[in-house]
């Protein structure tokens, strides 16, 4: 962010905040009618159970703006008596006064994007901080008092070798973190790694070589305590991400600022991606988003896409009753076909991923989807 634009993009921030008080109304309404409603605990339509502080760095944000950012917020919402309130920090801009500053605000989760303990690694992957960092990083959130600690890796570098791997995860277990995600690399069009892989810079990991990293990853992951509960999460005593796992059970959730996305049960909006745009709008109240209205078609998809990518899997009864029969024995024959490759369990009228399908999991989706 232009640190020039952000007492503008906090006064912005806190009007997009404020007229978008009574967004989870329709959701509200909406489940109340149909048989998703279990995911509505509390009939307070503006009831919040999980915040997130991410997308960008959060931590570029001085001590008054977020006093300022919470206060609206508070205003405006009912903050759940459980509620999750994460925040995304980068390890070369943090400290132990800052950690503590973030307590003090109502913060009790930490997600700090290490991506590797490797220089090697980090250099290759343009990070501005190295290992010691990593580290520090994470023992002065410890002894800022945070308990709820997850940090994030890549995997799948070239030049990551197995052993490489290994120590990565080591170094991560040797702290008493309750979350672990990580995520392989994908090259994909337009990134860095894009361009070095097309000049034949670099040479992408086989897949063969993925595969044992990620089995490495579950393997190592479960040896110490964690539960590998989605394709590329990982939890300590049911710490699991309520954040993220709101997204994948179909919550509605609201998002505030450049480039977030939201979804109300029916409509999915994402705002403008420009800081200086957002602000403008904001400032002449014109559009700031995008939006589209999901079909049945479109949420079927959806169902499939973050159902299969955790533990709880496809549930047949669901499936048939929501999409109806016509859907449930296209994707019947789809599931018996990899239940018989080992890539999909059949359990209890439900349909799981198994470690192998998670690998491909892409692939899978891919299959079912319209």
Avoid at 123 to 134: C, G, L, S, T, V
């Amino acid at each position: 962010m232009n640190l020039k634009l952000a007492d503008r993009f906090k006064d912005s921030l806190i009007s997009e905040i404020a007229g978008n008080k009574n967004f989870f109304k329709n959701f509200h309404q909406e489940n109340l009618k149909n048989s998703s409603k279990a995911l509505i605990k509390n009939r307070d339509k503006s009831l919040i159970e999980t915040l997130y502080f991410g997308g960008g760095t959060p931590s570029l944000l001085s001590q008054k703006t977020l006093v300022e950012i919470f206060k609206t917020l508070r205003s405006n919402f009912n903050f759940s008596k459980n509620i999750e309130i994460t925040f995304e920090v980068n390890p070369d801009d943090v400290s132990e006064e800052y950690y503590k500053m973030l307590l003090e605000l109502g913060a009790n989760r930490l997600s700090i994007g290490i991506q590797s303990f490797d220089n090697e690694m980090l250099k290759m992957m343009n990070r501005r901080h190295d290992k010691d960092q990593a580290t520090a990083s994470i023992t002065y959130a410890i002894k800022a008092g945070f308990s709820n600690i997850s940090i994030d890796f890549i995997y799948g570098l070239p030049g990551m070798n197995l052993n490489k791997w290994r120590e990565t995860l080591s170094e991560a277990f040797s702290f008493p973190i309750t979350h672990l995600s990580a995520y392989h690399l994908s090259i994909e069009e337009g990134t860095v790694f894009y361009k070095w892989t097309e000049s034949g810079r670099i040479i992408s990991s086989e897949e063969e070589e993925s595969w044992r990293q990620f089995e490495i990853l579950h393997e190592m992951a479960q040896l110490n305590g964690l539960e590998h509960y989605e394709i590329s999460n990982f939890a300590k005593d049911e710490h699991y991400s309520k954040h993220n796992s709101n997204y994948w059970n179909g919550t509605a959730y609201l998002g505030l600022g450049p480039s977030a996305h939201s979804y109300d049960g029916t409509i999915r909006r994402w705002n403008v991606s420009s800081i200086e745009k957002y602000i403008n709008n904001l400032n002449n109240s014109e559009k700031i988003f995008d939006f589209e209205e999901l079909s049945l078609n479109d949420k079927m998809n959806e169902y499939f896409m973050t159902s299969l990518r955790t533990k709880r899997g496809i549930d047949f009864n669901y499936l048939q009753n929501t999409f109806g029969e016509e859907s449930y024995k296209r994707v019947s024959g789809i599931i018996e076909k990899y239940s018989k490759s080992d890539h999909i369990k059949i359990e209890d009228e439900k349909a799981e991923m198994t470690l192998k399908g998670w690998f491909i999991s892409d692939r899978i989706m891919a299959e079912m989807i319209l």
